[in-house]
């Protein structure tokens, strides 16, 4: 799984600070200028327009899966952690 955020953004922050994304297999790409391959990871998923229309969002590859929002996102975790426990 893919977390595409950015530094500053509010709702992305909120997912890696309440969530142990390590642990849930995620990593975390960071939408920066310096971070070309972070860039051409979310081109290669196609969702270049959709990330300008608000961050963050969650790739589940497995799952063939694409997520937006941190509502979204943190529901999707919640079930995520309930069924590891």
């Known amino acids: 799984m893919i977390l595409f955020s950015?530094?500053?953004c509010d709702k992305c922050n909120y997912i890696k600070?309440?969530?142990n994304l390590k642990e849930l297999g995620i990593r975390i790409e960071e939408l920066t200028?310096?971070?070309a391959e972070g860039l051409a990871l979310l081109a290669w998923?196609?969702?270049v327009k959709r990330a300008?229309?608000?961050l963050p969002?969650?790739?589940v590859e497995k799952e063939k899966l694409v997520i937006r929002g941190y509502e979204?996102?943190?529901k999707y975790l919640e079930r995520k952690v309930r069924l590891k426990n």
Request: hydrophobic share 40%.
């Open 6 to 8: 950015a530094p500053t």
């Open 17 to 19: 600070k309440n969530f």
């Open 33 to 35: 200028e310096e971070n």
């Open 45 to 47: 998923h196609g969702l």
């Open 52 to 54: 300008e229309e608000g």
């Open 57 to 59: 969002i969650l790739v």
């Open 72 to 74: 979204n996102i943190a």
